[in-house]
């Protein structure tokens, strides 16, 4: 059976292959990084459409209606259509916007969350770059999202496009805070910020954490799914009252990258959610006789807890900016820190000083 490393190490054979074949053995270093990027950027491209086309489908069943069914097979081209629609469409931009921050406000919000999946374990041994910090680069490199939104409303010159930068500004700064809150209870029981080193804890341990740690799960979904400015808690865009908010004078490629930007934040934070509280690659315990590979799971897993996040789209009614905000520093804050507080009294009781 193959694995991720299998994978790896087999892509990695035919690539040195070829490079010697070509001449370029010597450019290999700075030629597998580049290669790595575009088959990185392909596959999110690709998963981001089925996600979207998955979306559609999910909204229909809810609501009792069938979806897109027209374009291919089950309406599954249907977004590739949409993708061939923006690429083409013509560039409107505002007379007196800023121009430089206008430009680069979408960029830096596609490439701040495409970063986040560079320390993503797929599988064992089935990752860019596997840091010892990596939840830490996590956290930081998506945080260059408040600024691409801020930057995308302030340089529009329009004046919702501007409300909706500043409500998800504060909407991102207010979340952060319970999102790595809940975090701290998985750093402190496996000693380690490595997204691998925790898969392989809970492969040792025997469980997954999202039994001992439902609350920091909860929070963390909920936390997340803010952050991704997704509903319920899409108020920086809110159509009804700020047209289409930070992204109002975007179009065509522009707002693609926004558009792809937030779905790739959904896909990270879910990836993260999979390698804390779900074992990551590690087999379901109850369907292991399938014997699939680890990143099967993992995708399996993945799908999952994405399925779980567009439920909450459209099942929630969006909250009004006062809710969102007392809900973040009222219910979710102190719950996190109380879920820290148990966690640390209770692994202090059983390992005394061993636990240190």
Known sequence: MFTGENIIQIVSGFLHWAYAQVGISALAGAID???????????????????????????AHMQSRIGPNRVGPFGLLQTVADAIKLTTKEDVKPVNRDKIPYFIAPIVAFVATFMGMVVIPFDKGMVVQDLNVGILYIIAITGFTVIAILTAGW??????????????????????????????????????????GIVEYQQQA???????????????????????????????????????????????????????????????????????????????????FLHLPGFIWFLIKLVSVIYLVMAFRWTFPRLRVDQLMDFGWKVLIPLSILNILITASVWLLLYGKGAQ
């Open 155 to 196: 340089s529009s010159n329009n004046k919702f496009a501007l409300l909706g930068g500043f409500r998800s500004a504060a909407q991102i700064i207010s979340y952060e805070v319970p999102l790595v809150l809940s975090v701290v209870p998985i750093i402190m029981i496996t000693g380690t910020l490595s997204l691998s």
């Open 206 to 288: 025997g469980y997954w954490f999202i039994f001992p740690q439902i609350v920091a799960f909860i929070i963390f979904i909920t936390s997340a799914t803010a952050e991704a400015n997704r509903a319920p808690f899409d108020i920086p865009e809110a159509e009804s009252e700020l047209i289409g908010g930070f992204h109002t004078e975007y179009s065509g490629v522009k707002f693609a990258m926004f558009f792809l930007g937030e779905y790739i934040a959904v896909v990270v934070s879910s990836a993260v959610a999979v390698t804390l509280f779900l074992g990551g690659w590690l087999p379901v315990a109850f369907l292991g």
């Open 33 to 59: 990084p580049v290669i790595t990027a575009i088959v990185m950027f392909g596959f999110i491209s690709v998963f981001v459409m089925f996600l979207v086309w998955m979306e559609r489908k999910v909204s």
